[in-house]
């Protein structure tokens, strides 16, 4: 058994590299990094005639929708990072001077047919909405480096210097001629100039991290849930999708306006503990109880209970109890509340998200008319995208994002927006600072009165403030919409809770009797795999409750408790 085991060690080291176990000591926090470091077995390409992406993964996912063909999709977890490179082909991105963003971006889509509860300004409308709680991206700057600037050569001797002088007056007499020549007896061909070759950049993105407890980045996933509504009870199919891509885009400033994108779709999963289906049919050990409010003119206290901890599959269904006791004891009000009282259970959804941002609002800008050349050795910030240049071609450092997310670049280009400003106001401003302000005279000397000046009124837009406001009221709200997925209804409390005894034959005790509520109902809701996950991130929210309400006469018990469901 000994030498069996030995065999093993020794067929294990084999396979370690010879650099790495010739020094034991050494060796061993190698191993450790090795270890720690991702192994990418997996490389997934996606290509368009401009652009091409890797993306390296250690494990991959195939995935087919209905009206496309089977799709191999790279898979991550929670603490990796998304690899690869992104390449550009030189015969259609040849431009001298341009711009290459990479960017994650991780976006939750929701189609919602019908309004579930009243229209308002926080109501979400019906119709598809597209909310992006996730985005982190890289500018890369391209452009045709200078030749450098050579020393000065020694000195020559007459004879190379006259050679030299009728080399070059012979190349130039030679374009010459050949700029000279007609179209069709040019030559293309150049066998000196070599043929540009791929650019290539490296890109590391690394996935962020929860900042609050409760919050968890949220995992890629697709449901269609189908549901009921409105005065007929019409049925309608909702749907919600988590979607996470790797976007490139590539931008020429030779004032073509040219521009190349391409689109990689990745899945994150993150990793979970097992659980076994089998043990869900299990019944609970612990349960929560949490008491209904109160009616100031009646003796009695109603609870529900529920499992805890409050957290259930799809596939699974959730149990639940309803109690009321009267206190002090009487056997006449527990008898009336027992028989008529009205019990309602209902699981409630909510879906809200942040209103979308001005920048999604606005227009896309053209930059056909906008030449931007990037200087090079321009100011770098750090970010959580790592971008490397992986070929020969000269590129200027990565412009990373400032600290409000905002692109510098995007901010130079905002601002000559606003100053072309439309003719009848830019007309308006020219002939207000035509004249010397210095100079008191000045306005007589102009053919129009000057106009006094009246301040404008803000523009009112119909979206939020961006967000360098996100203290104000405007920044906060967010669209929200609630939906009851199912409701049971019970007239009266149909039992009477009885004791556990140790034994069949035996029978409680008068003090656990006295502890029973005096009426019981006893429920479960059926849960489905169409239905939404629970998602909590950065204003991203789907949250589910199980609203109880105990209505007798004109009096109603109500509470809300919130569960998880994944």
């Known amino acids: 058994m000994t030498s069996s085991y030995g065999h093993r060690s020794r067929t294990r080291s084999e396979s370690v590299p010879y650099s790495m176990t010739r020094s034991p000591p050494a060796s061993f926090p190698v191993g450790l990094r090795l270890l720690n470091s991702p192994l990418h077995t997996h490389v997934s390409t996606f290509k368009s005639p401009e652009i091409q992406i890797n993306i390296n993964s250690s494990s991959v996912r ?81 452009y045709t480096a200078s030749e450098p600037v050579s020393a000065p050569a020694p000195p020559r001797s007459g004879f190379r210097s006259a050679f030299a002088a009728s080399l070059r007056r012979a190349t130039s007499v030679e374009t010459l001629s050949k ?29 962020p991290r929860p900042e609050k407890p409760g919050e968890e980045l949220p995992s890629t996933f697709s449901a269609s849930n189908v549901v009921s509504g409105g005065v ?12 996470y891509c790797v976007h490139a885009l590539w931008e020429a400033f030779d004032g073509s306006g040219t521009q190349a994108k391409l689109e990689a779709p990745i899945l994150f999963q993150p990793d979970t503990d097992f659980q076994s289906l089998d043990g869900f049919s299990i019944a609970p050990d612990s349960w929560s109880e949490t008491a209904l409010s109160k009616v100031d003119n009646l003796p009695i206290e109603c609870a529900v209970t529920i499992p805890n ?12 109890f309803v109690v009321f006791t009267t206190k002090p004891r009487s056997r006449t009000l527990a008898a009336e509340f027992m028989s008529d009282a009205t019990i309602a259970v209902s699981l409630v959804r909510r879906v809200a998200f942040p209103r979308p941002s001005p920048q999604q609002l606005l227009p896309s800008i053209q930059t056909q008319n906008l030449p931007m050349t990037p200087a090079p050795g321009s100011p770098t910030e750090p970010s959580s995208a790592n971008v490397t240049q992986a070929s020969s071609v000269p590129s200027s450092p990565v412009h990373a994002r400032d600290a409000n997310g905002r692109d510098r670049g995007r901010s130079r280009l905002l601002k000559r927006v606003v100053r072309s400003a439309p003719p009848i106001l830019s007309s308006f401003l020219v002939n207000r600072t035509d004249a010397d302000v210095s100079d008191p005279h000045a306005g007589l000397w102009t053919n129009e009165k000057p106009l006094p000046t009246v301040p404008v009124p803000p523009l009112q837009l119909g979206f939020p403030a961006p967000a360098a406001y996100a203290g104000s009221e405007f920044a906060t709200m967010s669209l929200s919409d609630s939906r009851t997925l199912h409701t049971d209804i019970s007239v009266g409390f149909p039992k009477r809770p009885k004791g556990r005894t140790h034994s069949p034959n035996s029978h409680p005790s008068l003090e656990s009797f006295k502890s029973l509520p005096d009426g019981l109902y006893k429920g479960s809701i059926p849960l489905q795999k169409g239905w939404f996950p629970t998602l909590q991130w950065h204003g991203l929210t789907i949250e589910y409750f199980i609203q109880v309400s105990v209505i007798f006469d004109s009096n109603e018990f109500r509470t809300r408790v919130p569960v998880r469901i994944y």
Not at 104 to 131: C, D, L, N, V, W
Not at 133 to 142: H, T
């Open 62 to 142: 195939n995935l087919r929708r209905a009206d496309q063909a089977s799709t191999s999709l790279p898979v991550f977890g929670d603490h990796d990072h998304i690899t690869g490179s992104v390449t550009l082909d030189p015969q259609n991105c040849a431009a001298d001077s341009g711009r290459l963003t990479i960017s994650i971006e991780g976006s939750f889509e929701y189609i919602s047919p019908m309004s579930a509860t009243k229209r308002g300004h926080s109501q979400i409308t019906p119709g598809k909405h597209r909310h992006i709680f996730y985005r982190d991206s890289a500018v890369i700057p391209l």
């Open 179 to 207: 700029l000279a020549s007609p179209p069709e007896l040019r030559s293309h061909s150049s066998p000196t100039s070599p043929s540009p070759s791929p650019k290539t950049f490296n890109f590391d993105f690394e996935l």
């Open 232 to 243: 007929r009870g019409r049925v309608y199919s909702e749907n919600a999708s988590v979607n």
């Open 309 to 320: 901890p409050a957290t259930f599959p799809r596939s699974s269904s959730m149990p639940y």
